[in-house]
């Protein structure tokens, strides 16, 4: 059993904007190159030639169809680490090597401390942490521990490798304990919402939900109407043409 | 914690900047160098194209560099073709062979070299290679990816979408999207959807399946495959019907107010020009005739005028009225065919037009037209449109795109604040591109570059019997504007000998033998097809890759490739230019990291090949090399005095841009300077470039054009209507009989829209389209351990009420069938998508062995490729004739007219249909690992 801080002093995080993801899969294999030769063990990739490959993600991005009575959407589906503020995978960790960090509140993996049992993965109810087939010890976000402060990358690269590289800037980074924060700010205004409300991990990470997209079947753009011209022939538009011209 | 964790962990020894090639969008990345190796590849911040983003194609590249696919050193064949065995020989001894197979054929009669490129981002040497050589039989891979979309917009506006033009992503309030492929200009499209939705501007996509893009968009249209051009003429005709069009810009931009002559004869439909052969308008303060570009004009757009001899002739705009006002274009008669209703049609005309003139505004920019004309202010017409492979890839494309242009010009929302803008150097219209050159004899040199575009019948390549010169039959009157050749036809017709059989067929990155043919067993059967005499049809084949694909192991001679981050390239002006509406730009390759192998860079080895065999242009006066290599080659080649291959940092010491002698430095600025040179287009030179003069004039003192060729967008194309004449029986260069009626039909001079040429018989009543994975680019993504993660095989996704009729369920197997052959594949259904049309992830599938996989990958057992049902050639005609699947206009290979049955299938065997017999590994290929701990040595 691990504990987790009573409070942390920031509260880093991710807000996620599924009204503009669209499943590109940019942010899942830029973390991969990034955390592969970054922090714990390489992520590892079982069979890379071969009839199953399968590796260790930090990130990955479902889609799923959502069908209504009169419409079909797709909605993509960016799923990490949401570094909880009660995290059930810190709490089961036998060893202490599932930690929280009581300065930024980022849930990391002690490598060092890791045997590998897979408790956490079972605790956690996103499915958001993986085993490294080679290293055999448990892979998570680390909201890219060593991009956010490390002095030597220049200032404005300083933010996950998936904020930094998403195409569609549906991936913002920041402090979601600062009310005054570009996050709080988009979890404000856009009514950002946790993942699974009801299992009372209390997630830092928050989602912007697709914002009213019309039915499938319904097209109002606008109440907008186009009236016929008086007489719509062709002899009809050619004088009204003639005559829009006469009272330039 | 027990370990201290470092929070400023080193990161890398160097960053490089170089330009991506992970597919087709050229954007600028930066390359961590660690140890020699790349330690993380992320997007240049400054970069013109992506601006700091990068896909997950990108991401991976560094894989590319693991590959066990990297072929290692020249390869000959040592047993039958597709077996893919193979000894290695010398780079002197690969070149003294090709430079034997074709110094002999150069000096008895060049077209029996074929020679083609694929997706070659360096065609302005390759084509001029091909014009020295003296072959016309020369193409990159534009024919069968989206030439129907770059020659509608040529013809008509001078640019086209993607590589021409763009939305302009700031000040566009809607955005309709029609059938987008997801590999063209990704990532700004990306960053351009995501700005209008946060800025609350719509997106509407027209698109039969609703992935990617279409997921965001506000509003989709499921549209019926191959009936865009339906859609797009009922929305025309409820802008007319209204009267909600933009009449100055009709008249003063577009040639909707000249006179067309309408009189029967050999002028019938060709404009009335003066003796200057200056077109005529009405003036509308005199009715009488006059130059359309007399200053100060305001031409009439209705009207008719009677010439000497009682001639008549009528304004374009008159004939469009005509056209597009009946009832065949009302929005009830067009919603069964489309499979959008009637309400909805009409709902985003009126929503296209409330946005094009409710929400124009006038920006305070003046700017001079180049007939003299001042205007003070700018108009702002926000309604953008994009467009790419779905509607590119029918037999009906051409026209589809000349009708969505034509929107645009209604909406007044061309190269306009708001609308679709050029990227210069486009415009440009099809007049001031080159006319396709053909061959002139043997060791001779074609007189111009072997592609272009033709402006009638004088200029198809075609003999006095009016049979095709070219291999492809490119610009004969089975594709008289076939203006980036026909790769998907050059293997079938080389091996059948039609028009005539070739001696060396040389390909450069390819897949022709998997993944980028129709049939393709059939075009595997061409290439291993034998004649009575037991050689082969196609009796030499070059192959040019940089790693193990289905074409390499067919080829008889192997020139391996690098990487592109291991040689210099050219993002050239000349070619497929990167740039923004208001910024002009090229960029390069540099290698970023060593090259381990004994593999050239393709270019190094086509200039040495072309010194080898003294091509004019390859060699001095001493017949000796011109270029060391392609580096060499790229700052000094000059096209015309002044300028070359790069437009930056010209001068003797970089002091000069666009114009100006070659600088021996210049790629060293290039390097420095992020891999890309740009400069902005002066602000009030931004808007309707085809008229602005502050543009002509910049844009020649820069050098993207010789002189100022000031154009009007062209609705009505006279071009067509020549080769329609042509159909009609004037002139000398009149179509075989067989096809007479096919052109006059195909070649209306103003847009139209006609049934796709697939089989729409009862017997196969589902369409059948490809989408492009957004993390996946052709072949180039399965070798790469990251990227066949995400895309590891393919289902085939069915429309509910489909499964539901045949009682299929997700995972179970089916039957596809067309008239030429049938696959079996797995199902996965879906309600997103028409209800006509099943779909799946394109090029997935690969051939057992191929790219360095295991035999029984899943690329190899469980996806499969639509190609193997898609036939390169249509039904047969009553003569017995059959003609290519292609675009009669364009030759654009009609992908996306696949019609199919599917019928449940037993799933006893657990793999799709067809297999393939596993090819070999050249020697020394590199095994593979079990398992992949990339950066591993960099981990703590």
Known sequence: MTSLPDKTARKLGLVIDLDVCVGCQACVVNCKAWNSGGYGSSLADHEPYGDAPEGAWLNRVHGYEVVSKDSAAIVHFPKSCLHCDDAPCVTVCPTGASIKRSEDGIVLVDESKCMGCGLCAWACPYGAREMDPSAGVMKKCTLCVDRIYNENLPEVDREPACVRTCPTNARHFGDLADPDSHVSNLVASRCGQDLMPEQETRPVNKYLLPQDRDGAEQMSLSGFVLADLADPSPSGLLGWIDSALSKL | ????????????????????????????????????????????????????????????????????????????????????????????????????????????????????????????????????????????????????????????????????????????????????????????????????????????????????????????????????????????????????????????????????????????????????????????????????????????????????????????????????????????????????????????????????????????????????????????????????????????????????????????????????????????????????????????????????????????????????????????????????????????????????????????????????????????????????????????????????????????????????????????????????????????????????????????????????????????????????????????????????????????????????????????????????????????????????????????DLGLQPKPTPFKLQIYSEPLRRFQLAAEGFGDRQPPEVLRQRIHKCFDPLPIWYEPASDSSGEFPLHAITQRPMAMYHSWGSHNPWLRQIHTDNHLYVPGSICDEMQLVDGCWVWVESPVARIKVRVKRMEAVNRQTVWSWNAVARRPGAWGLSHSSPESRKAFLLNHVISHLLPKQPDGCRWSNSDPVTGQAAWFDLRVSITPADDSEQCTYPQFEPQGQPPNQDPGSEELCYGGEWCK
Request: some cysteine; charged content about 20%; hydrophobic content about 40%.
């Open chain 2, 1 to 700: 914690m027990s370990t201290v964790l470092d929070l400023s962990p080193f990161v890398s020894d160097e960053v490089r900047k170089t330009t991506c090639y992970m597919c087709a969008c050229r954007c600028g990345i930066d390359v961590h160098l660690r140890d020699g190796r790349i330690r993380y590849i992320q997007g240049n911040r400054d970069h013109p194209v992506n601006r700091g983003v990068l896909c997950a194609k990108g991401s991976a590249g560094m894989l590319h560099l693991e590959s066990p696919a990297r072929l290692q050193a020249p390869l000959m064949r040592t047993g039958p073709r597709g077996t893919g065995e193979f000894k290695e020989v010398s780079w002197d001894e690969a070149l003294s062979t090709a430079c034997s197979w074709l110094g002999e054929i150069r000096a008895r009669d060049p077209r029996k070299l074929a020679f083609f490129t694929g997706r070659d981002q360096s065609q302005s040497l390759t084509a001029w290679w091909a014009q020295q050589f003296g072959t016309p039989n020369y193409a990159s891979h534009g024919g069968f990816c989206s030439v129907n979309m770059a020659t509608a917009g040529i013809y008509t506006i001078g640019g086209s979408f993607w590589e021409f033009a763009q939305p302009d992503w700031e000040n566009s309030k809607l955005l309709l999207l029609f059938g987008v492929a997801e590999d063209h200009d990704s990532n700004p499209i990306k960053l351009g959807l995501s700005a209008m939705r946060r800025r609350g501007a719509r997106i509407v996509s027209v698109n039969p399946v609703r992935t990617g893009y279409s997921a965001i968009a506000d509003a989709w249209f499921g549209i019926t495959p191959g009936t865009d051009g339906l859609l797009v003429l009922a929305l025309i005709r409820e802008l007319l019907r209204s009267g909600r069009i933009d009449a100055d810009f009709l008249r003063h931009n577009c040639n909707a107010a000249w006179l067309v002559d309408v009189e029967d004869g050999e002028t019938g439909g060709l404009f009335v020009r003066d003796e200057q052969g200056t077109p005529l308008v009405l003036d509308s303060r005199t009715g009488r005739p006059e130059r359309h570009d007399m200053p100060g004009i305001i031409p009439l757009l209705s009207g008719s005028a009677e010439f000497a001899g009682g001639a008549r002739a009528v304004t374009v705009f008159t004939l469009l009225a005509e056209k597009y006002l009946d009832d065949r274009y009302s929005p009830e008669t067009v919603a069964r065919k489309t499979g959008i209703g009637a309400s909805k049609i009409r709902g985003l005309a009126a929503e296209l037009a409330r946005v094009a003139f409710d929400d124009a505004q006038e920006l305070p920019l003046p700017w001079t037209d180049a007939y003299g004309n001042h205007h003070q202010t700018t108009v702002v017409r926000p309604v953008a449109i994009h467009a790419m492979r779905g509607i590119s890839a029918h037999t009906n494309g051409f026209q589809t795109c000349r009708a969505i242009h034509l929107l645009q010009m209604l909406l007044g929302a061309i190269d306009c604040p708001g609308g679709t803008r050029f990227k210069p150097p486009y415009p440009k219209p099809a007049e001031f591109h080159p006319r396709p050159s053909g061959w002139a004899g043997p060791n001779t040199p074609l007189a111009g570059p072997p592609l272009g575009y033709p402006l009638g019948p004088q200029d198809l390549l075609v003999d006095s019997r009016g049979q095709p010169q070219r291999l492809d039959k490119a610009f004969s009157w089975e594709a008289p504007l076939a203006a980036h050749g026909m790769l998907h036809a050059a293997i079938p017709n080389a091996a059948a000998g039609d028009p005539y059989p070739v001696d060396v067929m040389f390909l450069y990155m390819a897949n022709m033998a998997w993944n980028s043919s129709m049939n393709t067993p059939a075009a595997i059967g061409a290439l291993t097809a034998k004649g009575e005499n037991g050689d082969y049809r196609i009796p030499r084949l070059i192959v040019a890759d940089a790693f193990n694909s289905e074409m390499t192991s067919y080829a008889d001679l192997v020139l391996p490739d690098t990487t592109y981050l291991e040689r210099f390239d050219c993002i050239s002006l000349l070619d497929r230019p990167i740039g923004e509406p208001d910024l002009v730009a090229d960029a390069i390759r540099h290698p970023v990291v060593a090259l381990n192998r004994n593999v050239r860079p393709f270019q190094d080895v086509l200039i040495d090949l072309g010194a080898r065999l003294g091509l004019p242009g390859f060699v001095d006066s001493n017949q000796r090399p011109k270029w060391r290599d392609y580096a060499h080659y790229m700052a000094t080649r000059e096209t015309r005095p002044g300028t070359g291959p790069l437009a930056g940092w010209r001068g003797r010491n970089g002091e000069k841009a666009g114009r100006g002698e070659p600088n021996p430095k210049q790629l060293d600025q290039y390097i420095k300077a992020g891999g890309y040179w740009s400069q902005e287009v002066p602000r009030q030179a931004r808007f309707f470039k085809n008229l602005n003069i502050a543009y002509q004039e910049w844009s020649t």
